[in-house]
Nanobody, 130 residues
Framework: QVQLVESGGGLVQPGGSLRLSCAAS????????IGWFRQAPGKEREGVSC????????YYADSVKGRFTISRDNAKNTVYLQMNSLKLEDTAVYYC???????????????????????WGQGTQVTVSS
């Protein structure tokens, strides 16, 4: 049973930075696609960034491209989301999600549809405010 635990959220001023972490337990995550999704109050869930199992391919939503960087350290069973130049509209609960290796789909599809996501973390709040 895969479990995902996010950390690193908090309150930051516009223009600031945060690094989110997603730690997996119960399984070695190096064969899983991992993604970060977010949901703000009253808005639909958005796929922010997703990364292939090897870490060689990443997808970013247009809203965060050039500001966010996803990475993974499979030796530590952890995926990171480095968020720079944060904006007010980045305020949301951020969730980590995992797709098992037996699901064949692109990471773009994973981020756009959340299809085949079988495990979600509990979420971490990111608030960008002056």
């Amino acid at each position: 049973q895969v479990q995902l635990v996010e950390s690193g959220g908090g309150l930051v001023q516009p223009g600031g930075s945060l690094r989110l972490s997603c730690a997996a337990s119960g399984v070695t995550m190096d064969s899983y696609k991992i993604g970060w999704f977010r949901q703000a109050p009253g808005k639909e869930r958005e796929g922010v960034s997703c990364i292939s199992s090897s870490g060689g391919t990443a997808y970013y939503a247009d809203s965060v491209k050039g500001r966010f960087t996803i990475s993974r350290d499979n030796a530590k069973n952890t995926v990171y989301l480095q968020m720079n130049s944060l904006k007010l509209e980045d305020t949301a609960v951020y969730y980590c999600a995992a797709v098992p290796p037996y699901h064949i789909l692109t990471i773009q599809s994973m981020c756009l549809t959340a299809r085949a996501v079988e495990t979600w973390g509990q979420g971490t709040q990111v608030t960008v405010s002056s």
